[in-house]
């Protein structure tokens, strides 16, 4: 098993402290008490707590962002890459749910400095997607009546909604939910062509 580094340490614990009490209620002190590190380890990895709280969301989204891009990259059609992609962020919501959770419901805290950067890696991952609607549009596999703005944006939305009712220990699996949510995406956009293709990736009544 691989040692965590203290900084992992800290986001692991300030994960767990900011869930259970709440931002503003966790100290800097209280973080570095509950792992037994010192206060000058904390900022020899972080400047300050909103830092922190930056880097709960940058661990997720970066994990989305290369992952996204390895997809496109794999495969080479607009739907085994939209497939692909659907995966990957579903995947995110199982693996870093607490992270999530802690970042959705915290993030007005941070200062425009972090909003910014943030909301650039949001839009990297995006663009991505919507890449991938668009190249589907203009195969014809995609319905090109559809906004692809709007396509991709409630294709985001609906999957981020995922953290406020996941649970697992619930009875399904993300791996299911995945089969369910790219089942619905796959039957509202592709085209009759396409559907040879797709329905590989549907749900099997």
């Known amino acids: 098993m691989v ?3 203290l900084k992992q340490r800290i986001v692991d614990a300030s994960v767990v402290l900011f869930q259970q009490d709440g931002y503003h209620n966790v100290t800097v002190d209280r973080i570095v008490e509950y792992i037994g590190a010192s206060k000058g380890g904390f900022y020899h990895n972080f400047k300050s707590k909103d830092e922190l709280l930056y880097e709960i969301h ?3 989204i970066s994990y989305v962002i290369k992952q996204s891009q390895e997809a496109y990259d794999k495969y080479d059609t607009p739907i085994t890459r939209l497939c692909a992609m659907l995966q990957t962020l579903t ?3 199982d693996m870093y749910q607490a992270h999530i959770t802690v970042f959705y419901e915290e993030s007005r ?3 425009e400095e972090y909003s910014e950067i943030i909301h650039k890696k949001r839009d990297q991952y995006r663009d991505i997607l919507q890449k991938v609607i668009e190249e589907g549009q203009q195969t014809k596999d995609f319905r090109t009546e559809l906004p692809c703005t709007i396509v991709t944006m409630a294709i985001v939305g609906m999957i981020n909604w995922t953290y406020k009712w996941f649970k697992q220990t619930g009875p399904l699996t993300m791996e299911e939910i995945t ?3 790219t089942d619905m995406v796959l039957r509202a956009i592709v085209t009759e062509q396409a559907m040879k293709e797709a329905v590989q990736f549907m749900v099997k009544g």
């Open 91 to 93: 995947q995110v919501f």
């Open 58 to 60: 940058d661990v997720f």
């Open 179 to 181: 089969a369910v949510f």
């Open 3 to 5: 040692k965590k580094t």
């Open 109 to 111: 805290s941070l200062p």
